[in-house]
């Protein structure tokens, strides 16, 4: 029977931030130039941690980007500077002062008892380990908008790092703008989980994502998808449930809409961890998306236009908190709740969408390995039968061109699954290679090794792309 769902909103711990401080020549600029360096979009090319009066104690992170430059464009092979701030639960007799950030565009600019210069973080609980939520913002957008949903989740119990990406340039044809995304987010998780200050109170098994529009695209190729079904596009497992807002699933060149995850964005199929997609009315397309999705599902209707309207952001963020304590949190009652509940309480008309609510125990897991003299491929299959293999030739990466080699599975020949593209690359002589096209060629190759159920894919065939 659907019930409602009476709002978490803000949780009952006192939240405690990292350092933010704007150095003072930048503290009273307008809040046109202010976003500038938020979004890295200055004509001077300066970026936030530029004018932070103590960046050695904000969360910068360097990172370098893979020399991939079908993937990752002019930034490929270049060093990028992202930054981010972190919320987290504290103890109630934190006294650290609150911090209000110059910008009056934000809804909520104030830094809850934010760490000073050398401080570390005071935690609730100084033994315990917190799950993690990474907070993405939208295209050309900023972390300072999501300060409220931090400090939300934070307060329940959470420890939340928002990201500022610094897309700058919002040419929609530059791959590097979507490719970066994910990158960012694997490397902030890394920061956090090796770092001496917050790696011992960050529970690795229990980390999820929340984003929207632009964030929400962030959510979606973090969790599996690979963009432009690129076989170098980074996803992370560790990530173990996610949460999108009007995730983009497009990117347009010379007036051309193009899919972000591939063909039809097939490369979706490949998330298989628990999603949540809240979208409004007049952004429906993702609740077709979701559907290729071999996880759980959950579609969210607010019922608001693409950015959402006041309270439309207290829905999404009370949905959320509901979901992450149900999948990350392994809260019974909470996922209970979240699989029966029809709306939010109070704020703007929403509704869940039931007809997309897909609650599916996790796929089979297809993992699958090269080595030896001759290359081969093994796929394994998780089953309640136990692990069964079966053994096909899988051609590499051919050293004299940009060749990249997708494996895909098909029952009858006709319709057909792209399995996740290997992460290694090996090079092999061009005699040990069928031969190519200019652009690509299909080869099909059947199974010698039968696997023992009957229900098992039969048919492997690779493809070759020139990317």
Request: proline fraction near 7%; include cysteine.
């Amino acid at each position: 029977m659907a019930r409602n769902i009476d709002p978490p909103g803000c949780g009952p711990l006192p939240v405690g931030m990292t350092n933010m401080e704007i150095a003072a020549p930048y503290a009273t600029m307008s809040k046109e130039e202010m976003r500038s360096y938020l979004n890295r979009s200055h004509p001077s090319g300066l970026f936030l941690p530029d004018i932070l009066e103590h960046p050695e104690s904000a969360w910068n992170l360097k990172v370098d980007v893979p020399n991939i430059p079908s993937l990752y464009g002019d930034s490929s092979g270049t060093q990028i500077v992202f930054s981010a701030y972190i919320a987290y639960p504290t103890r109630p007799d934190n006294e650290r002062l609150n911090y209000r950030f110059p910008y009056e565009d934000a809804s909520d600019g104030l830094f809850e008892r934010m760490q000073g210069p050398g401080e570390e973080p005071i935690f609730h609980r100084l033994h315990v380990r917190y799950p993690l939520i990474v907070v993405s913002h939208g295209l050309a957008a900023h972390a300072l908008y999501n300060v409220t949903i931090a400090k939300t989740f934070a307060s329940h119990g959470y420890i939340a790092i928002a990201i500022n990406h610094g897309d700058g340039d919002t040419d929609r044809s530059r791959k590097d703008l979507y490719s970066l995304r994910p990158l960012a987010v694997q490397k902030f998780i890394d920061s956090l989980i090796e770092s001496d200050t917050f790696g011992p109170h960050i529970d690795t098994h229990r980390i999820g994502i929340y984003g929207h529009s632009f964030g929400g695209m962030t959510v979606l190729s973090s969790l599996g998808g690979r963009l432009f079904n690129h076989p170098k596009s980074i996803t992370d497992s560790r990530i173990k449930a996610g949460v999108g807002g009007e995730p983009s699933f497009w990117r347009q060149i010379d007036e051309i809409w193009h899919p972000l995850f591939g063909t039809n964005n097939a490369s979706l199929s490949q998330i298989d961890a628990p999603y949540m997609s809240i979208n409004g009315s007049e952004y429906v397309v993702a609740y077709d998306e979701i559907e290729q999705m071999r996880g759980t599902t959950y579609g969210i209707l607010p019922g608001h236009p693409h950015v959402s309207e006041g309270p439309s952001w207290d829905d999404a963020l009370n949905w959320s908190i509901v979901f992450f304590n149900a999948y990350l949190k392994d809260d019974d009652s909470m996922l209970a709740l979240l699989n029966s509940a029809n709306s939010v309480t109070g704020f703007n008309p929403d509704f869940q969408l039931f007809e997309k609510q897909k609650l599916r125990a996790p796929s089979p897991v297809l993992n699958r390995d090269a080595f030896g003299a001759t290359p081969f491929v093994i796929v394994r299959v998780d089953g309640s039968n136990g692990i069964k293999h079966s053994q096909v030739i899988y051609p590499k990466k051919v050293d004299e061109s940009n060749l990249y080699y997708d494996l895909q599975y098909s029952e009858n020949g006709v319709d057909w699954v792209t399995l996740n593209a290997h992460e290694d690359e090996v090079l092999l002589p061009l005699n040990s290679l069928p031969k190519l096209q200019d652009d690509f060629e299909w080869s099909s190759l059947t199974d010698p090794l039968p696997f023992e159920s009957a229900a098992s894919p039969r048919l492997y065939r690779i493809r070759c792309d020139r990317n």
